[in-house]
């Protein structure tokens, strides 16, 4: 199965069974990420709330604790 990356446009090829290809195949609302983009707006994300100045919501009151 062909797939193309949401924000670089590259495309990949996942196993027709594997779970993400059925996740995709099924539910066409979902979207496919590479591993490089999401590799790089996780540190992103990280460098934000390294600042300070980053607020980080969560649906759980404890996670944000953890933080």
Do not use: W, Y
Request: charged share 30%; hydrophobic share 35%.
């Amino acid at each position: 199965m062909l797939v193309q990356c949401v924000l670089c446009d590259s495309i990949h090829e996942l196993e027709d069974d594997s779970p993400l290809a059925k996740k995709l195949r099924n539910r066409p609302i979902h979207t496919f990420m590479c591993e490089t983009c999401h590799d790089r707006i996780t540190t992103k994300t990280l460098e934000r709330l390294a600042t300070g100045k980053f607020r980080f919501f969560r649906s759980s009151s404890s996670i944000d604790e953890e933080l």
